[in-house]
């Protein structure tokens, strides 16, 4: 299957791009192109993957769709690989597979103001299928797809089956809210119950509240880090 082969769901388009997939997306996302635009990279050891969004809610809101996008990814990943192969996410956007780093989630948006509705949201991964070097062992927090038991899985149908399993998670989100979100991944998420560092923070992860921020809990008190924090600048 090659890059031009790939078919999306209604409301969704695909464009491959040589380099970056998540900058190509946020370049066309400023340039005004549609929401559901999907920008893909087939790299012979990285998969890339980012989406555009056109948020109509204030960006504290959408800001759930980094999450939305992590179960859509963890629910294709699923569907494809082996049974015994365990995909878990991080609050901050890390991608576990078997319980060792294989890739990363990213969110950018037009605004920062959490009050504001921004006029797009791009958020995009990196998913790397084959280790960085022949040496795996000198980095066993790491890992990468093929490495898992997920030989059998092909790139181009993972960003297939993750447009069609985020675009179901839309689907639900604006229809039934974020309750089924938010039990759909308090049953992926890595982490909590656990001490974790997170934005010059030490504490236990003790979950997320309404709007997927963090509550962090040290000696003296909970402290609330919106998802907002991961927002990355358009420099």
Same mark, same amino acid.
């Given at each position: 299957m090659t890059g031009s082969e790939l078919q999306f769901p209604p409301l969704m388009s695909g464009e491959a791009c040589d380099g970056d997939a998540f900058e190509t997306a946020c370049q066309r996302a400023v340039m005004g192109c549609d929401a559901g635009l999907i920008c893909y990279h087939l790299g $012979?050891? $990285?998969?890339?993957?980012?989406?555009?969004?056109?948020?109509?809610?204030?960006?504290?809101?959408? *800001?759930? *769709?980094?999450?939305?996008?992590?179960?859509?990814?963890?629910?294709?990943?699923?569907?494809?690989?082996?049974?015994?192969?365990?995909?878990?996410?991080?609050?901050?956007?890390?991608?576990?597979?078997?319980?060792?780093?294989?890739?990363?989630?990213?969110? *950018?948006?037009?605004? =920062?103001?959490?009050?504001?509705?921004?006029?797009?949201?791009?958020?995009?991964? =990196?998913?790397?299928?084959?280790?960085?070097?022949?040496?795996?062992?000198?980095?066993?927090?790491? =890992?990468?797809?093929?490495?898992?038991?997920?030989?059998?899985?092909?790139?181009?149908?993972?960003?297939?089956a993750w447009a069609r399993h985020t675009l179901n998670w839309i689907t639900r989100w604006e229809v039934e809210g974020t309750r089924p979100l938010h039990a759909e991944w308090r049953g992926l998420a890595h982490g909590v119950g656990e001490p974790m560092q997170q934005g010059g923070l030490d504490g236990t992860f003790l979950g997320v509240d309404e709007d997927f921020g963090m509550l962090l809990r040290d000696d003296n008190e909970t402290h609330l880090i919106p998802l907002t924090t991961l927002l990355e600048n358009d420099s």
């Open positions: $012979t050891s $990285t998969l890339e993957g980012a989406l555009v969004f056109a948020p109509e809610v204030p960006l504290r809101h959408a *800001m759930a *769709m980094l999450p939305l996008c992590g179960i859509g990814f963890q629910n294709a990943l699923g569907a494809l690989a082996p049974p015994e192969v365990a995909v878990h996410l991080e609050w901050a956007g890390g991608i576990q597979v078997n319980g060792a780093d294989c890739g990363q989630f990213r969110v *950018m948006a037009s605004d =920062t103001d959490p009050e504001a509705v921004p006029d797009w949201l791009v958020v995009g991964f =990196t998913l790397p299928l084959w280790p960085k070097d022949d040496n795996p062992g000198a980095n066993p927090h790491e =890992t990468a797809l093929y490495s898992e038991g997920c030989a059998d899985v092909q790139a181009p149908a993972l960003v297939e």
